[in-house]
């Protein structure tokens, strides 16, 4: 069984830059795809961004598109949300998510077919 640690939220201001790691321990990282997903106050988790297990496809929410990108080093066991020109409506908590037994290519973008989910970590964006 997976287990995952969120870092890198915090406070940043509108246009500006976070990068969100996520490390996984306690099995074969790359036998997992990963995700990100993030939930606002009062508002249902919602979907960022995909990664297969190999790294080669991704897909992204149309609010992460041009401005997130995600990443992973299969050799550290993590998985990145580089994020950019963020806005106040980014402000969430963010989580990671794997997915065992999964095709190679294959990337999951619901959080009900996610096996295993990290703690969070708080992103907020002043206006």
């Known amino acids: 069984q997976v287990q995952l640690v969120e870092s890198g939220g915090g406070l940043v201001q509108a246009g500006g830059s976070l990068r969100l790691s996520c490390a996984a321990s306690?099995?074969?990282?790359?036998?997992?795809?990963m995700g990100w997903f993030r939930q606002a106050p009062g508002k249902d988790r919602e979907f960022v961004v995909a990664?297969?297990?190999?790294?080669?496809?991704?897909y992204y929410a149309d609010s992460a598109k041009g401005r997130f990108t995600i990443s992973r080093d299969n050799a550290k066991n993590t998985v990145y949300l580089q994020m950019n020109s963020l806005k106040p409506d980014d402000t969430a908590v963010y989580y990671c998510?794997?997915?065992?037994?999964?095709?190679?290519?294959?990337?999951?973008?619901?959080?009900?077919?996610?096996?295993?989910w990290g703690q969070g970590t708080q992103v907020t964006v002043s206006s």
């Open positions: 998510a794997a997915r065992d037994r999964i095709p190679l290519t294959v990337v999951v973008r619901t959080t009900s077919q996610y096996d295993y």
């Open positions: 306690g099995g074969t990282f790359s036998s997992y795809a």
């Open positions: 990664i297969s297990r190999s790294g080669s496809s991704t």
